[in-house]
């Protein structure tokens, strides 16, 4: 903290996994939460803080985020739409090849 000129009042601590990556649900609760309501506690106009300075041990990677409904029938809407041009496609390619 010393090196890096970050005031102490300014430091929170997060209890946290130590490997390299981490899952999104994980990163919500663990870190992403627990900054958001440091910031607007100390820093309700977001004016004070100018950037976050990482340190020692927190994860690398976040995995994605879950699909919430309306995005997990679109994604099945999508793949049902997918397999009937492709269904469309292959029936395309075998009236062409016997027409020739």
């Known amino acids: 903290m010393k090196k890096r000129s970050v005031p102490a009042r300014n430091l929170i601590e997060l209890d946290t996994v130590t490997e390299e990556d981490m899952g999104r649900q994980e990163y919500e609760r ?3 939460g627990p900054i958001r309501d ?3 506690s100390q ?3 977001g004016r004070k803080f100018r950037c976050i300075v990482l340190m020692y041990g927190i994860p690398l990677r ?3 985020p879950t699909p919430g409904e309306e995005e997990k029938r679109r994604i099945s809407d ?3 739409r997918r397999a009937d041009l492709q269904q469309c496609a292959s029936a395309l390619c075998f009236a ?3 027409s020739r």
Do not use: H, M, N, Y
Request: zero cysteines; glycine letters at 6%.
């Open 96 to 98: 062409r090849s016997i």
């Open 38 to 40: 440091f910031l607007l």
């Open 43 to 45: 820093d309700p106009e």
């Open 78 to 80: 999508l793949d049902k």
């Open 30 to 32: 663990e870190i992403a």
């Open 62 to 64: 976040v995995g994605p």
